[in-house]
């Protein structure tokens, strides 16, 4: 028997370590294919999201210094900053229309994706356009419902692994094993404070 980590008295939905493992390294593999390759929003090339660089600065909140934040040269370095940062540890990609904030987010998700080692993170994109769309007017109270919700929209209700990866994202989220990355935040369409309370 192996311990998933400290929140193992959180309600198993598998019979087993290994099979939460191996479905979560199944919708991982199937991350890296979905979000190998983007559309551009100003010129409409596909790009390939490996190959981009976007460079960053960092700014932290007054009296925060975490080492090794200010080295970040570009959105690759975040995300190894980020994997490596306490759970629930929040981030704000912050930048103009076209900047590169839905790139950075991207490879953020599929450098997660990537990564093996220990027990594996449920990396999730999370459209803030589509939230919104998909909430329709209603604020929802239980954001873990409304995370396993938007997983079943994004995989368009029919993807043959739907129950499962659902499985995965509710044990994730009781676990404190899920990262959730939101993408549009000022796309929130005067829903600001329903988003705010979300996260």
């Not at 010129?43 to 200010?70: K, P, S």
């Not at 190894?80 to 590169?100: E, K, W, Y």
Request: proline content about 3%; some cysteine.
């Amino acid at each position: 028997v192996r311990d998933l980590n400290v929140f193992n008295h959180c309600r198993q939905r598998f019979d087993c370590a290994a099979e939460y493992c191996l479905e979560i390294r199944s919708y991982c593999r199937y991350l890296c294919s979905r979000w190998a390759h983007l559309i551009d929003a100003i010129t409409g090339a596909e790009l390939n999201v490996e190959t981009q660089v976007l460079n960053v600065n960092m700014c932290m909140a007054e009296g925060v210094d975490r080492f090794g934040w200010h080295n970040a040269a570009h959105s690759l370095d975040l995300a190894g900053l980020i994997s490596r940062t306490h759970a629930s540890q929040p981030v704000a990609i912050v930048g103009g229309p076209g900047s590169g904030k839905t790139v950075a987010s991207t490879q953020l998700i599929s450098w997660l994706a990537m990564q093996h080692d220990g027990v594996p993170l449920m990396p999730l994109l999370v459209s803030v356009h589509r939230l919104v769309r998909i909430v329709a007017g209603k604020a929802p109270t239980d954001a873990s419902a409304l995370l396993v919700k938007y997983l079943h929209d994004f995989l368009s209700r029919e993807h043959p692994k739907l129950k499962e990866w659902s499985m995965v994202l509710e044990q994730a989220l009781e676990m404190r094993a899920a990262v959730i990355v939101l993408d549009g935040i000022e796309n929130a369409g005067g829903r600001e404070a329903w988003l705010r309370q979300f996260v």
